[in-house]
């Protein structure tokens, strides 16, 4: 059985054409997460050595890439997005690879007809690094199982905000390295376990009222007038309409399949599962590596008095590394960010 254990990060500065610009010989701190239906970020600081110093110098913004490892296993990677040279020290920050999708637009005309939502996702993406590709494959790890027609227009939208809102009808997405993985909402695949004695310093359970909609009212294009709607007056609730539009949006059905997607998550108050700013237990039967948002964690817990005991997705990871210093020694933490909404509880 896997077990979190007590990671140590390295990291390597590469060029877009995979050549080595640096290597962090002193990482005096490290920090990287992973996010559902968004862009990750990753932060490093480096303490310059006479070998490497050079070496850093050369670190540019959009050409130079920060892949971090823990204990050897590559754990994350994407381009830096700044970078501040200081006395003694380097400090870089860097995005995932989709945030290029947020400087990319639709490169062409393009129309779908009733087809499930991740054949549209897979199109964006490769449309997105068609003319220029960082490096980054698609891994479709099941159909979001809900179809729909869109229509998008060459250089109209950014292609990050199109995949976010497509995200918002019923597909997952998320990424690992340079990998970029699509899912069915309904993934619920658990590669942990944890419970109070796991988290030792506590945890944080909360509700999320202002995402409760329980009756959506789903726009086309101001051209195609299409309108769709889905839910009502809950008996628990009582009525909280939202309406938005998706001018992608082709078809009336589409608009409703969106909004029926829309409501399955935000039926009910949300209830959020946050550890904090702690260290989950070096015992703690998760493989690090392994939580990857968009799967779950079984999650037991009674420290709070909203008790819980179920099967949670996973909507956020955060790690960080300390190296320490003379008279504290360094240290890792581990925190996760796991959910239930309405599509969970179904």
């Known amino acids: 059985m896997s077990v979190a254990g007590c990671g140590t990060h390295t990291a390597t500065l590469l060029d877009r054409n995979g050549a080595t610009v640096a290597v962090a010989n002193v990482l005096t701190e490290v920090e990287w997460g992973r996010v559902l239906d968004g862009t990750s970020s990753a932060r490093a600081l480096i303490q310059p050595d006479s070998d490497c110093c050079g070496r850093l110098g050369r670190i540019g913004s959009w050409r130079t890439r920060l892949v971090i490892f823990r204990d050897g296993q590559y754990v994350w990677d994407g381009p830096i997005t700044d ?9 870089v920050t860097a995005e995932d690879v989709s945030v290029w999708l947020d400087d990319r637009v639709p490169h062409e005309e393009k129309t779908f007809t009733n087809v499930d939502l991740s054949e549209i996702a897979q199109w964006l993406i490769e449309d997105g690094f068609a003319p220029d590709d960082p490096g980054h494959t698609v891994e479709v790890i099941g159909q979001a199982g809900i179809s729909g027609s869109r229509s998008y227009s060459a250089g109209i939208g950014q292609t990050g905000d199109h995949l976010r809102q497509l995200a918002e009808a019923g597909i997952d997405y998320t990424v690992i390295g340079s990998k970029i993985l699509l899912l069915p ?5 658990s590669v942990g376990r944890l419970s109070d004695a796991d988290m030792p310093e506590g945890l944080e359970v909360s509700e999320d009222g202002k995402s409760l909609v329980t009756r959506w009212i789903v726009a086309g294009s101001e051209e195609s007038g299409v309108v769709g709607t889905d839910g009502g007056t809950d008996l628990y ?11 992608e949006i082709a078809d009336v059905t589409s608009a409703t399949q969106a909004a029926q997607a829309r409501r399955r998550v935000s039926s009910q108050v949300p209830v959020f599962i946050d550890t904090q700013q702690v260290t989950i237990s070096p015992l703690a039967a998760i493989d690090v590596p392994s939580l990857v ?3 779950a964690l079984d999650v037991t817990s009674a420290s709070t008095c909203r008790q819980v005991s179920q099967r949670l997705k996973i909507t956020g990871v955060r790690v960080t590394e300390n190296g320490g210093d003379d008279n504290t020694p360094g240290s890792e933490s581990v925190q996760v960010q796991v959910a239930a909404t309405a599509a969970e509880v179904a």
């Open 185 to 189: 909402e309904t993934h619920l695949v």
């Open 237 to 247: 609730y009582g009525l909280h309409e939202r309406y938005i539009e998706m001018t």
């Open 293 to 295: 948002p968009g799967w």
């Open 83 to 91: 970078v501040t040279w200081s006395l003694g020290q380097v400090e």
